[in-house]
Each structure stands twice: as C-alpha cells, then as structure tokens.
C-alpha cells in the first residue's frame, strides 16, 4: 500500500520560528522580536531585514491562533453580505478593502450571512473578527445583531447617498421636458433597502417639481416576463414618456424589451440607469459612483477602526450623469 508519504502528498511542515533562527543564524527570541514586531528591542535595520527576508523565502505563516491569544484579536475581517453576487460596484469595493487590508496583514472573509441559519453569536465563536463590515443588503433585526455581537462594525450601507441618487435621476429626465416618470424596483429582497432610498429620492425631486410621484413597478431581472410586464405597464400609462432603473441592469433589460417590440429607448422612451457598468457605456444614460473614491473612504474607515481611532467624516462628490442616447 502507498502512503501519503510514498507519493508526496504529506502535508508540508509548518516553518517555526526556530527554523528561521538556524537559517539567519539568530536567536529564536529575535525571530520572534521581530516577526511580532514589539516594540522597545535594539535590533539592527540589518538583522531584521534579514529575518523577515528569511521568513519570506522559507514560507513562514503565522500560527493564527497564538497569534490571536497574544494581540488579543484575530487578523480577519468579516464583511457580510446578504447574496454572493453583490453587484458591479460592491464587487469593485469589496476588491479595493481586500487589497488594503492585504497590506496591514488583514484578511477579508466575505461570508453570505443569513440570520435562519446562523445566530451572530455562532458566527463569532467561529471567526472571532477584529471588524466587520457590514454591507447594505442586510435586515434591520441583523444589523442590530452585529452590534450587540462585535465591539467594531463600519457600516458601508450609510456611506452611499441613494436618496441623491434618485434626485439625480428625476432631475435629468426632468430637465429633458419629462413629466410622467416610471421607476422600476428590483424584487430581490437584498436590494430593497437601497432600491426604496432611490425611490424616495425621486419623490422627493418630484414633489419638488410639482409634478406626480412616479409609477413603480417591481421586476425580477432573472424573469424576462416581468420586465416586459413592467414596459407594457409604463406604455399602456398616457404621457409617461421615461423611466428610472434601480440599477443599469434593468435598464438595459428594459432597452431590450423595447426593441423587441420594435421601440427605441431614448426615442420612444425615455431610460436612465445607475452605476455605468462595462456594458452600459455604449447607450445607456446612467446615473456614475464613483467607486474609487468611495472605496478609498471605506478603506480608510475600516482602518481607523482597526486602529481604535474614530474614523472622519468625508464629503466628496461621488455621483455624476452620464447622458448617453437613452436618455
């Protein structure tokens, strides 16, 4: 019989800090100085250069859990979200904070949570995080869960100005002599808490006008019935001539919705979407995040936290329109 050892999948030996020491020809202790990094040891710029390059090359880890019984805290970063498929924009966000925390030694453990399956409290006796982040498709009764469950939670839900975003979407189809507007509301439930901020945005811009609140429609974007349904609706209405999309995908699924019947968006009705996603930027008029920018307030948030220091208060503009011929 061959063993594992015979064909060579033995599980690699961990490299120890005493294996470090014999290849630098240093003590144990200043391995561990060193790749701890405390504080107040007079080791020369050169011994620990040597060290932490010696670690690199022999496929030093940490030992995670001794680690954690020495700082007190893990080196995971737990974002929950609500679906695997977060979006274009959350996908771009959750990129840029794995990177970030890459760089300070964190790691990001994204983990679809749902409250039926898992207590906060069963989660946390398995990851024991240093943060979460909590991202804008959980429940209020979950949220509350993480707050009485984590002693640092960043919320990237409140850090997006959805309220604005609908303004802005009313605001262009307005100024283009709309007066009739639909909106179309996503029916995945992991959406609805960002979906009704946009919405209230547009009624707000509406009641602003004087104009009438916007007929709403909800679709499922993985049943093209439903989209056609929400378009015969907005067509059959008398004067509605253009319409606001939660997101860019309905928008563009409303486009081709219309051109099977023989109708062009931007000439017989009128689309605007949000996010200006890669396929989006042939037609589509959307309503941009700038990503880059809010990630970078995100990142800085989620470290200020890891550091135990109240993170700013930034302003930025993050929003722009994009008039394309849909619009």
Not at 68 to 82: C, F, I, N, P, Q
Not at 114 to 126: A, H, I, K, T
Not at 209 to 220: K, N
Not at 261 to 290: F, H, K
């Amino acid at each position: 019989m061959t063993s594992a050892a015979d064909d060579g999948r033995r599980r690699p030996k961990r490299v120890t800090h005493e294996d470090i020491a014999r290849a630098c020809g240093v003590s144990r202790a200043t391995v561990s100085y060193v790749l701890n990094d405390v504080p107040g040891r007079m080791i020369s710029e050169a011994t620990r250069e040597l060290v932490l390059r010696t670690a690199r090359e022999l496929g030093h880890v940490p030992y995670a859990p001794a680690r954690m019984l020495r700082l007190g805290r893990s080196d995971v970063v737990l974002a929950l979200v609500r679906d695997f498929s977060p979006g274009y924009i959350s996908n771009a966000l959750l990129r840029k904070l794995d990177v970030a925390l890459a760089e300070r030694g964190f790691v990001l453990l994204i983990h679809r949570y749902d409250e039926s399956l898992r207590s906060v409290q069963e989660l946390w006796q398995l990851v024991s995080p240093s943060l979460v982040v909590v991202m804008g498709g959980l429940t209020i009764s979950e949220q509350e869960g993480v707050d009485l469950a984590a002693s640092r939670v960043l919320r990237v839900h409140g850090t997006m100005p959805n309220a604005q975003i609908g303004r802005m979407q009313a605001d262009h189809l307005t100024a283009n002599g709309h007066r009739i507007l639909g909106y179309v509301l996503p029916s995945e439930p992991t959406l609805q808490l960002i979906a009704e901020e946009r919405l209230r945005g547009i009624r707000d811009e509406c009641e602003a006008l004087g104009i009438a609140d916007p007929v709403v429609c909800t679709v499922d974007p993985a049943n093209v019935e439903s989209v056609s349904a929400a378009l015969d609706a907005f067509l059959a209405i008398e004067g509605l001539t253009a319409v606001a999309a939660h997101n860019d995908e309905i928008g563009l699924l409303l486009v081709s919705a219309l051109q099977s019947r023989g109708l062009v968006a931007g000439r017989d009705l009128a689309i605007i979407g949000v996010d200006n996603i890669p396929s989006a930027r042939v037609d589509l008029t959307t309503v941009e995040i700038d990503v880059d920018l809010w990630g970078d307030d995100v990142v800085a948030s989620a470290l200020a936290l890891l550091d135990d220091v109240e993170p700013q208060v930034t302003t930025h503009e993050l929003l722009r329109v994009i008039s394309r011929r849909t619009a």
